[in-house]
Structures are given as structure tokens and as C-alpha cells.
């Protein structure tokens, strides 16, 4: 009787936990993608470049669904002509008002829906600007009926009420608009955008709920530009126009005399201002992301793939390149070409990365370590500046004695080739000192030195 009594006693300790535990090790977190929104026709080169930088899904705006009357009402866009392998999905826009939507009218709708988006889509995501009665239910029985994923567009105001995280749980994975230029590409971009990016997907926390992090590319301007903006180098070029950080966006420009850019004829004084992601701000972005642990990031959407050529803000060569693992930084080749008492230097940048649009933050001097220089031609740069340079200090100005020359540059494009003018020395073998300081849109810095 003893030793059954001691049987049960064994068999209750290790039952209950009495003898230790191996640990267990935590579920590994899931592979984050990148899904990136076209707007145009993919090639065959395109899709594959894609796929090589690490593209994991395409997706591609397909219309609207109007649900308001109870019936649904299916308005369909163009679909460009995607080639390659890499899946596809279809987002459409969701009107449903105040109606309160019945899990039964999935049916109905997928009848109608299925021959538009096709038997190959990936998955289906959504845009819910109003959160009807009913959705969770609705998103869930869409999912079941087309036996496709279904993913809502959620902001974070949303995520904060009790019905968009009842949508979220159901739908298993959401978008969250998070970076970039507001009112462009995805609705909610900048909501609680002050707020750490733990703070504000801190209701997704022990949801289960995987998030894909929104981050807009699309350039907002005012006034709206009919295609996306022309890079902005021919813009800063040359005086056409003045530049002032006072602008509802990032910038404003103000035309000083008339010319052609992005498909549109400007006078003197228009006033064009812009807003617009960069390699940098992108990095910055994608950084933040990764430093998030909870809730689970899924990945992040690109909205939209940039056009082909240079463009307003991030372009096509930069963000493919970007995804190679290059930059976001310029990288700058300096070279100094001398004759006898006379100099002059190149600049190239040898990336398809940008510099901030600063009036004074990107430069290029030359200063003597004895005598005095002349300089009055600023070559290819926008503007040229005498002054004094004393150990870590530049002085501009024509006071006691001019030894530096200072070259800026309001915009360094994408593969720019900049050449300074003529600067005239004391003699052949005067030693100078160069220097350059190019900034990003982050205020990080390139800079540089070289002694002769």
C-alpha cells in the first residue's frame, strides 16, 4: 500500500510541473516581406529585377466595391500588364456607409468579383474608410467564400476602436499606413504620427495580429501634379527658382522665371510645393520597423513603385538599388586638376542616391595653408563664396585676407558630375587643402578632406 501510494505521488509531481522543464524556445518571428504597389505595365526585366532585390508580392489597385444599397456595385480599373512569377494581389476600396453587412452578401459579392480580379491573385486587400456593423464577420466569410487572403487597410486610428481591432483579429493580418507623404497612395499616412511606432501599434500587441508596415513613395505636391514629379535637379539648377522651408510640406519653390517641368508650364512666381520620400527617409523607415518585436511585422508595403527615369523624390534606379543593400548615402569622387597656378576640381556622384535641398548645407572649398586665392566663376555649381578659413572655421567674406573658396551646390542629384571653376593660386606649388560636406534629409553628413 506504501509503494502504490508512492506511485501516485511520482505520477502527480511530474504531472503538475514538480520536476523541471527543458525551455522552450520562443516561435521565430515571421519572415518580413516586401510587397511592392505598381501602377504601370511590368516587363519581363522589371519582374525580374524585382524578384532579385527581394520582392516578395505585387500588388495592383483593381477599383471599387460600393456596398451601400446592400447590393454590391463592382467598378473596375484598368489592370496593367504584369509579367513574371512574382504573385500578385488585387486592393480595392470599400464604400459600405453606414450599412451593416452581412456575412451572407460575401457570397454575393465574390460572384461578382471573382472574374475581375482572376484565378491567379494572391491574396485580396481592402480599404475600409468607414468600419461598418457586420465587418469582421463580412472580411472573414470573404476570405472563406474566395479562398483567398484578405487583407484590410487599417489606420491606426481604426486599430483603436473596438471594431477595427474585432476586423484586424479576423482578418489575421492588416496594413497600417505609417510613412511617408500624407494624402497620397494610402489613406492615414501620418495618423498619431508623432507617437513612437510602438505607441501607436500598441493595441496590436498579443492580438496575433500580423502587421505590414504602409509606407507611401508617391510624391504629394500642391499644386497636384498629373503624373509623378520630375527629379528635382533641373528644378534647383541654376537659380530657376527660390527655395523656402516655410511650406505647409517639405519645401516650396518659387519659380523666378518661366519653364517647362513635370508636364507643366510654370510662370514667375508660382509657387510649387512638395512633400517626398528619399533613399534616406526610407532607410529611416525601415529601421524604425525592424526595431519593433511586437506586435509581429509581417513586412512592409511600398506605395508605388516609381517610374522609370529620374523622379520627384525616390526613383526607380534609387530604390531598386536601395533594396540591393546600396547606400542610402551619395558616394562622392573628388579630383583635383592643376596647371601651373591655376585649379580646378570635379565632383561626381557616383550613386543613383540625393542630397537634402539646402541653399547653403552642400559645399565643396578649397583653402591655401599660406597666401591668398582668387575665385569669381562658379562653374557647374549654383553659387561660388570667398572667404577665410582659420583652423576649423569658415568665415565667409572679402575682410583680412581671402585663403578659401567655398562651391554650393542647392541640390546633388542622382550620378551629378559638378565641376568648380577657375581658382587662381599665389604659386604653382601653393599646398591646398579640400574640403566637402554634403548633407542628407536626415541632417546626417558625407564629407571629406584631401591634401595635396
Known amino acids: ?89 488585387a486592393a480595392l476600396r470599400i464604400e459600405s456607409g453606414p450599412v451593416e453587412l452581412q456575412p451572407d452578401s460575401a457570397s454575393l459579392l465574390w460572384r461578382g468579383l471573382a472574374p ?32 483567398l487572403p484578405v487583407v484590410p487597410i487599417l489606420t491606426v486610428s481604426q486599430i483603436r476602436t473596438d471594431l477595427g ?92 522665371k518661366p519653364m517647362v517641368w513635370s508636364g507643366r508650364e510654370w510662370a514667375a512666381e508660382d509657387r510649387f510645393e512638395a512633400q517626398w520620400m528619399d533613399t534616406v527617409r526610407l532607410d529611416s523607415a525601415l529601421r524604425e520597423i525592424d526595431s519593433v518585436f511586437v506586435p509581429e511585422i509581417a513586412g512592409w508595403d511600398l506605395v508605388t513603385l516609381p517610374p522609370s527615369g529620374g523622379s520627384l523624390g525616390i526613383d526607380r534606379r534609387a530604390l531598386m538599388a536601395y533594396l540591393e543593400g546600396q547606400g542610402p548615402a ?10 601651373g597656378r591655376s585649379l580646378r576640381l570635379s565632383v561626381v556622384n557616383l550613386s543613383p542616391f540625393t542630397s537634402v535641398v539646402s541653399g547653403h548645407a552642400n559645399w565643396l572649398e578649397v583653402s591655401l595653408e599660406s597666401g591668398y586665392l582668387m575665385a ?8 561660388v563664396e570667398l572667404g577665410k578659413r582659420a583652423g576649423d572655421q569658415w568665415k565667409p567674406g572679402l575682410g583680412s585676407g581671402v585663403n578659401a573658396v567655398r562651391f554650393t551646390e542647392t541640390f546633388v542629384g542622382a550620378e551629378e558630375s559638378l565641376t568648380t571653376g577657375l581658382i587662381r593660386l599665389p604659386s604653382s606649388r601653393s599646398k591646398v587643402v579640400v574640403r566637402w560636406s554634403v548633407t542628407l534629409s536626415d541632417g546626417s553628413v558625407v564629407s571629406g578632406e584631401l591634401r595635396e
Not at 526585366?45 to 527581394?54: C, F, M, S
Not at 474608410?129 to 479562398?147: C, E, N
Not at 500598441?202 to 509606407?215: E, K, M, P
Open 1 to 89: 500500500m506504501k509503494s502504490c501510494l508512492f506511485g501516485w505521488i511520482l505520477v502527480l509531481a511530474i504531472g503538475c510541473g514538480g520536476a523541471p522543464r527543458a525551455p522552450v524556445d520562443p516561435p521565430p518571428p515571421l519572415l518580413r516581406k516586401t510587397v511592392v504597389w505598381v501602377g504601370e505595365a511590368i516587363d519581363e526585366d522589371v519582374a525580374a529585377r524585382l524578384k532579385r532585390v527581394g520582392v516578395a508580392r505585387l500588388v495592383v489597385r483593381r477599383g471599387s466595391i460600393d456596398l451601400t444599397t446592400g447590393t454590391p456595385v463592382i467598378k473596375v480599373d484598368p489592370v496593367p500588364e504584369i509579367a513574371g512569377d512574382i504573385p500578385v494581389s
Open 165 to 256: 481591432l474585432e476586423l484586424a483579429k479576423a482578418a489575421g493580418t492588416v496594413i497600417v499606413p505609417l510613412f511617408g507623404p500624407g494624402a497620397v497612395g494610402l489613406r492615414g499616412v501620418g495618423d498619431a504620427g508623432t507617437e513612437p511606432l510602438v505607441d501607436r501599434l500598441a493595441t496590436l500587441v498579443g492580438t496575433g495580429v500580423g502587421v505590414r508596415a504602409g509606407i507611401v513613395l508617391t510624391p504629394r505636391t500642391d499644386p497636384k501634379l498629373v503624373h509623378w514629379g520630375e527629379d528635382l535637379n533641373r528644378l534647383c539648377d541654376g537659380g530657376r527658382v527660390e527655395i523656402s522651408t516655410v511650406s505647409k510640406l517639405d519645401r516650396a519653390f518659387v519659380f523666378r
Open 330 to 339: 551619395l558616394n562622392l569622387d573628388v579630383r583635383l586638376r592643376r596647371q
Open 376 to 383: 569669381n566663376d562658379a562653374g557647374t555649381f549654383d553659387r
Open 116 to 147: 475581375v480580379v482572376g484565378p491567379t491573385t494572391a491574396e485580396i486587400v481592402v480599404d475600409v474608410p468607414t468600419l461598418s456593423p457586420g465587418i469582421p464577420d463580412f472580411v472573414r466569410a470573404l476570405d472563406q467564400v474566395s479562398g
